[in-house]
């Protein structure tokens, strides 16, 4: 357990925080771009980049929270570099704006942290009609992805260091629908009664055609990680990118808006039983700045150490089918 700071092969364990993981490195002349950079992980991400030197984007719905949370990191870390832009990760045509307006600034790209997300949210729709979990904490940041990969792969040419992706799943990949992905029925709004904001979880082939909120979490989760397996098996040969997926740890943020009771509780215990958010944004530091882990690619990591996933997270087959669904699904060539 997390309390008990059991070290694992890394040196660091599940209390280890942000901080402690990232001490003497230094992250000057790389650039890095943070999705949901004003609160929580994110939050905590951006300040322990930018103490350790690295040039961070805050990728942000608002543009104006994402300045106030850059002032307070500049009051403690003067000489900071930050700059914030707008990104709304429901809307595809968003995604594509903030791509082509960061490829035309002309920065490089040495580490994207795919870290924003929603957790088990009433069924609802994503400004392009696909459900809102699956869009926000998969589609979005695969579409993302793909259209600065080029931009990355130029900035390792250039300045001859490897680039790295990082992206959040969760342990939650263990609870999908009984299928995995449910690719004919990604959009189904047959809602499980009282399900969706139940903290129960009942048994997912019993959920049929219907939407479950937790399992449909589950099943973005575990895309996020075939998504980090995918994107290894298509790096060419001598491409020095890595694509890492990762567990950041029970933590309280603001994830569990939509069910005030179970987040009430867990505000209530949490600092007893759950990382805070130091200790939570450790693993996504680690992966990106640690030389630990360069050269590694394709894995799931958890407490700042390798973990192992499901079988179907282990699944290239189901890699491959979900990549061939995302690209139609954001209607790339």
């Given at each position: 357990?997390?309390?008990?700071?059991?070290?694992?092969?890394?040196?660091?364990?599940?209390?280890?925080?942000?901080?402690?993981?990232?001490?003497g490195?230094?992250?000057?002349?790389?650039?890095?771009?943070?999705?949901?950079?004003?609160?929580?992980?994110?939050?905590?991400t951006?300040?322990?980049?930018?103490?350790?030197?690295?040039?961070?984007?805050m990728?942000?719905?608002?543009?104006?929270?994402?300045t106030?949370?850059?002032?307070?990191?500049?009051?403690?870390?003067?000489s900071?570099?930050?700059d914030?832009?707008?990104?709304?990760?429901?809307?595809?045509?968003?995604?594509?704006?903030?791509?082509s307006?960061?490829?035309?600034?002309?920065?490089?790209?040495n580490?994207l942290?795919?870290?924003?997300?929603?957790?088990?949210?009433?069924?609802?729709?994503?400004?392009?009609?696909?459900?809102?979990?699956?869009?926000?904490?998969h589609?979005?940041?695969f579409?993302?992805?793909?259209?600065?990969?080029e931009?990355?792969?130029?900035?390792?040419?250039?300045?001859?260091?490897?680039?790295?992706?990082?992206?959040?799943?969760?342990?939650?990949?263990?609870?999908?629908?009984?299928?995995?992905?449910?690719?004919d029925?990604?959009?189904?709004?047959?809602?499980?009664?009282n399900?969706?904001?139940?903290?129960?979880?009942?048994?997912?082939?019993?959920?049929?055609g219907?939407?479950?909120?937790?399992?449909?979490?589950?099943?973005s989760?575990?895309?996020n990680?075939?998504?980090?397996?995918?994107?290894?098996?298509?790096?060419?040969?001598g491409?020095?990118?890595?694509?890492?997926?990762?567990?950041?740890?029970?933590?309280?943020?603001?994830?569990?808006?939509?069910?005030?009771?179970?987040?009430?509780?867990a505000n209530?215990?949490?600092?007893?039983?759950?990382?805070?958010?130091?200790?939570?944004?450790?693993?996504?530091?680690?992966?990106?700045l640690h030389?630990?882990?360069?050269g590694?690619?394709g894995?799931?990591?958890m407490?700042?150490n390798?973990?192992?996933?499901?079988?179907?997270?282990?699944?290239?087959e189901?890699?491959?089918?979900?990549?061939?669904?995302?690209?139609?699904?954001?209607?790339?060539?």
């Amino acid at each position: 357990m997390w309390f008990l700071g059991w070290k694992g092969e890394s040196g660091f364990s599940a209390s280890s925080t942000a901080e402690q993981v990232t001490q003497g490195i230094d992250g000057h002349g790389l650039t890095a771009i943070v999705t949901g950079a004003t609160s929580g992980l994110g939050l905590e991400t951006t300040r322990v980049f930018a103490l350790r030197g690295v040039h961070v984007v805050m990728a942000v719905r608002s543009v104006e929270s994402g300045t106030k949370v850059k002032e307070t990191i500049l009051k403690e870390i003067p000489s900071a570099k930050i700059d914030v832009m707008e990104l709304d990760l429901c809307s595809m045509a968003s995604v594509r704006k903030f791509a082509s307006d960061y490829i035309s600034s002309g920065r490089p790209l040495n580490i994207l942290i795919n870290n924003a997300g929603v957790m088990a949210t009433p069924f609802q729709l994503s400004q392009d009609n696909i459900e809102m979990q699956f869009a926000t904490n998969h589609l979005s940041h695969f579409l993302l992805t793909n259209l600065l990969l080029e931009t990355m792969k130029r900035t390792v040419r250039e300045c001859k260091r490897e680039g790295r992706i990082v992206i959040l799943s969760s342990e939650a990949h263990r609870l999908p629908y009984q299928e995995g992905i449910r690719f004919d029925k990604i959009n189904d709004e047959s809602v499980f009664p009282n399900l969706y904001n139940s903290p129960c979880f009942i048994p997912s082939f019993f959920c049929g055609g219907r939407y479950n909120s937790y399992y449909a979490y589950g099943q973005s989760k575990l895309a996020n990680i075939l998504h980090a397996k995918e994107l290894t098996r298509r790096f060419k040969e001598g491409v020095e990118i890595t694509a890492n997926a990762l567990h950041p740890g029970s933590i309280i943020t603001n994830i569990l808006r939509y069910h005030g009771y179970i987040n009430a509780v867990a505000n209530m215990v949490g600092k007893y039983l759950l990382k805070n958010v130091q200790q939570g944004a450790a693993t996504q530091c680690y992966v990106a700045l640690h030389p630990q882990v360069k050269g590694i690619s394709g894995e799931y990591f958890m407490d700042s150490n390798k973990a192992t996933p499901t079988h179907l997270a282990n699944d290239s087959e189901l890699a491959k089918k979900l990549w061939e669904f995302s690209v139609s699904l954001t209607n790339q060539k």
